[in-house]
């Protein structure tokens, strides 16, 4: 009975290896990351308008209440300040119908109002806001604001 050789293949190596792409995807989508939190770590917010935990601020506290007297959840709730014309904050009622934002410490004039327009209220008609808030803020304090929606 014979035994058979093993027979030696050889395959030609790629000049890009796998392991090397690897790394190389790994930098270039890591990289950004890397430099926001290298910006973060001496000091330098990542965006020039995010608060650092550090800093004072102020608190924009609401509620969106219904025709019915009643908290309203998925509400899109919009605020600017009030030399601006866009909103600078979008942000949604939770399902208590309130909202919070930290805005920044020392006086300052926002206006507050409800976005409805992809809004869909239970019975199907429409629903209006009654009026626009203006919110003036004096240090670093909270105001309580409520949004009222009328048929």
Same mark, same amino acid.
């Given at each position: 009975?014979?035994?058979?050789?093993?027979?030696? *293949?050889? /395959?030609?190596?790629?000049?890009?290896?796998?392991? %090397? #792409?690897?790394?190389? @995807?790994? /930098?270039? #989508?890591?990289?950004?990351? @890397?430099?926001?939190?290298?910006?973060?770590? /001496?000091? /330098?917010?990542?965006?020039?308008?995010?608060? &650092?935990?550090?800093?004072?601020? +102020? #608190?924009?506290?609401?509620?969106?209440?219904?025709?019915?007297?009643?908290?309203? =959840?998925?509400?899109? *709730?919009?605020?600017?300040? +009030?030399?601006?014309? &866009?909103?600078?904050? !979008? @942000? =949604? %009622?939770?399902?208590?119908?309130?909202?919070?934002?930290?805005? &920044?410490?020392?006086?300052?004039?926002?206006?507050?109002?409800?976005? #409805?327009?992809?809004?869909?209220?239970?019975?199907?008609?429409?629903? $209006?806001?009654?009026?626009?808030?203006?919110? $003036?803020? !004096?240090?670093?304090?909270?105001?309580?604001?409520?949004?009222?929606?009328? &048929?």
């Amino acid at each position: 009975m014979m035994k058979r050789k093993a027979k030696t *293949v050889t /395959i030609p190596k790629s000049p890009l290896r796998f392991s %090397s #792409l690897c790394f190389f @995807l790994l /930098i270039v #989508l890591f990289f950004p990351a @890397l430099l926001t939190h290298a910006r973060i770590a /001496i000091g /330098i917010p990542a965006t020039p308008t995010q608060l &650092r935990p550090d800093q004072p601020y +102020a #608190l924009i506290f609401g509620t969106v209440w219904g025709p019915d007297d009643h908290p309203i =959840y998925g509400v899109k *709730v919009k605020i600017r300040r +009030a030399q601006d014309k &866009r909103p600078k904050w !979008e @942000l =949604y %009622s939770n399902h208590t119908g309130e909202f919070a934002q930290r805005v &920044r410490a020392g006086k300052a004039d926002y206006v507050v109002w409800a976005d #409805l327009k992809d809004f869909k209220s239970p019975d199907g008609k429409p629903w $209006h806001l009654v009026r626009e808030i203006p919110v $003036h803020v !004096e240090n670093d304090e909270r105001v309580d604001i409520g949004l009222h929606l009328t &048929r």
